[in-house]
């Protein structure tokens, strides 16, 4: 089945540890993108990617890094950085040109210790 | 950010009941898009609205692009148990269409 897949599902780090969340799809999908979740904050946007090799900053990319070597997969790296980086961590991908119709993958929860 | 208006912010009803929610924005949208979470998981695209006055249903669900283009709602008609969640609007500014804006989402909780 074509979907998103995120792992890990649950992740625990070490303050000054940076992590990676992987996100891989098989949607043929052009466009990925990283939200961060926080209760009562609905869903905020970390960075997207519109084409292999290629990816833009959204409102809350800093602490974060991102790359997109293949069209599948769009890792997102938490780095130290991060001053807050505990949080529900989604993926997503479209196939439009533009940010509508987007799926998501099933979610990643990173807590820091 | 921008934000959208969702409204209301949680709603506990009874199996069966009706319910409506709500969302507006300050500024003209070409697309809205409805979404219902659960919890720990990804949001899941229910209805997607590309014309004002727009009325599109999915199943006992049905929600409307409105005529001034700045809002929208979601019905949900004899409601279950399984319509449990967070239900999140989201929109495509008109004259930004490269970003996505979400509302803070509305939770619903259905007694049996």
């Known amino acids: 089945d074509g979907g998103i897949t995120q792992s890990p599902k649950y992740l625990f780090r070490k303050e000054g540890q940076n992590v990676t969340l992987s996100c891989e799809q098989n949607?043929?999908?052009?466009?990925m993108y990283w939200y961060r979740q926080d209760p009562g904050q609905g869903l905020r946007l970390i960075y997207y990617?519109?084409?292999?090799?290629?990816?833009q900053k959204g409102d809350i990319a800093e602490g974060y890094s991102v790359s997109r070597e293949k069209k599948e997969s769009f890792p997102l790296t938490v780095t130290s950085a991060q001053k807050n980086p505990t949080a529900f961590y989604l993926c997503?991908?479209?196939?439009?040109?533009?940010?509508?119709?987007?799926?998501f993958g099933e979610g990643s929860r990173l807590t820091v210790l | 950010g921008q934000q959208l208006n969702q409204s209301p912010q949680s709603m506990f009803i009874q199996e069966g009941e009706d319910v409506s929610m709500n969302c507006t924005s300050s500024?003209?949208?070409?697309?809205w898009l409805w979404y219902k979470q659960e919890p720990g998981e990804g949001p899941v695209l229910l209805i997607a609205?590309?014309?004002a006055g727009e009325l599109t249903s999915n199943g006992r669900l049905t929600a409307q692009f409105g005529i001034t283009r700045k809002d929208s709602f979601l019905n949900i008609s004899a409601s279950i148990p399984s319509d449990v969640g967070i239900y999140f609007c989201?929109?495509?500014?008109?004259?930004?269409?490269?970003?996505?804006?979400w509302g803070l989402g509305t939770s619903l909780a259905v007694n049996p």
């Open positions: 990617s519109q084409i292999v090799n290629d990816f």
């Open positions: 949607l043929n999908h052009d466009a």
């Open positions: 997503a991908s479209t196939a439009y040109g533009t940010m509508k119709e987007l799926f």
């Open positions: 989201a929109g495509q500014d008109a004259g930004n269409n490269r970003k996505l804006i």
């Open positions: 609205l590309y014309k």
């Open positions: 500024s003209i949208f070409n697309t």
